[in-house]
């Protein structure tokens, strides 16, 4: 379905986006829209904003954390060895068992 076959679309107004590695992208909106303050620039995926001398700041990225890293952040040095003790004694009763 064409374009002409639809009708008349809205009146557009383009507004331009800037990222932090200085890409700037042009959507274009309904004039009677809400316009974002932000958007993702199709080039590079960063955070673009409409002021081109303060676009927004890259997004921090977290490392990758271990399963490890998780248990460590939940859990004290003491409950990782009482813990460590039970499975250890719950292990010599099995091998004791005939």
Avoid at 5 to 21: F, Q, T
Avoid at 41 to 61: I, S
Wanted: with cysteine; net charge negative; aromatic share 6%.
């Amino acid at each position: 379905m064409g374009e002409s076959e639809r009708g008349e679309s809205a009146p557009r107004r383009r507004v331009s986006y800037w990222c932090a590695n200085g890409h700037e992208s042009r959507p274009s909106f309904a004039v009677d829209a809400e316009i974002p303050e932000n958007w993702d620039c199709p080039r590079c995926g960063l955070p673009a904003g409409r002021d081109e001398q303060t676009p927004p700041a890259p997004p921090r990225n977290e490392p990758y954390k271990t399963h490890l890293a998780y248990v460590k952040e939940r859990r004290s040095d003491a409950d990782g060895e009482a813990i460590l003790e039970e499975a250890l004694a719950k292990l010599r009763r099995q091998r004791e068992e005939p």
